[in-house]
């Protein structure tokens, strides 16, 4: 158990719909990533918070959107949901920016659009 | 842009065969290294990283990996696997004291009794 969590674990839904994944990173960590795994791309970078403010974006959609509250848990809300973003959708926590150490990964959320 | 290319998409072995799995990167300056592993229904957890200093690293269960900056490369190595180590690695760089950690996309190893 890394101590992420992550909700759901399973989550299905039709296109047009919009959905929020929620993560609570490990007690005291103040960064959280979000990831997604799709088959064809791999993991990809979305975005980072730290300590509520963004930290750092990849390639994230401007139907997505992230935030962190102030008791650190972050929510990842996608909108307008196509079949390609059926993926698992993981977060990652860390003690701190500037990635000096190491990610702690959760179980991840999959997501199944039809 | 930093970018992680592992070119073994799929490896089978049988138990105490030595494994090589190939990463190479691309970025011109400092970069930190690492070598996750997810095996079958669990989370993504570190095997090995490298900051600095001896470009010989090792890790967890065995794992070593090697950085040579000529290559922009950062091999994973076990001398001999178990039907255990059956999971999927990906490698992963990030520029010196940066926060996006990008990743490979991933090789699958498969190891038979």
């Known amino acids: 158990d890394s101590g992420v969590t992550q909700t759901p674990k399973h989550l299905i839904t039709a296109t047009g719909q919009r959905v929020t994944l929620r993560c609570s990173p490990r007690?005291?960590?103040?960064?959280v990533y979000w990831y997604q795994q799709s088959l064809d791309q791999g993991l990809q970078f979305l975005i980072q918070?730290?300590?509520?403010?963004?930290?750092a974006k990849g390639n994230i959609l401007e139907r997505f959107s992230a935030q962190q509250f102030p008791d650190l848990h972050s929510e990842l809300n996608l909108s307008s949901l196509e079949l390609g973003d059926s993926a698992l959708y993981f977060c990652?926590?860390?003690?701190?920016?500037?990635?000096?150490?190491?990610?702690?990964f959760g179980e991840g959320s999959r997501l199944t659009v039809l | 842009a930093q970018s992680v290319s592992q070119h073994n998409h799929h490896v089978i072995l049988s138990e105490a065969a030595s494994l090589e799995l190939g990463c190479n990167y691309s970025?011109?300056?400092?970069?930190?290294l690492f070598w996750y592993v997810q095996y079958p229904g669990q989370h993504l957890q570190l095997l090995l990283k490298?900051?600095?200093?001896?470009?010989l690293v090792k890790g967890i269960k065995g794992f070593e990996a090697e950085f040579i900056k000529s290559k922009f490369s950062f091999n994973l190595r076990k001398p001999s696997v178990q039907w255990s180590d059956t999971a999927e690695y990906f490698c992963?760089?990030?520029?010196?004291?940066?926060?996006?950690?990008?990743f490979g996309t991933g090789t699958r190893l498969q190891v038979f009794p």
């Open positions: 992963a760089v990030t520029a010196y004291n940066t926060d996006k950690l990008i």
């Open positions: 490298y900051f600095s200093g001896d470009p």
């Open positions: 007690s005291g960590d103040l960064s």
């Open positions: 970025y011109g300056g400092t970069v930190n």
């Open positions: 990652a926590s860390s003690p701190r920016t500037g990635n000096t150490g190491e990610l702690f």
């Open positions: 918070y730290y300590n509520g403010e963004e930290r």
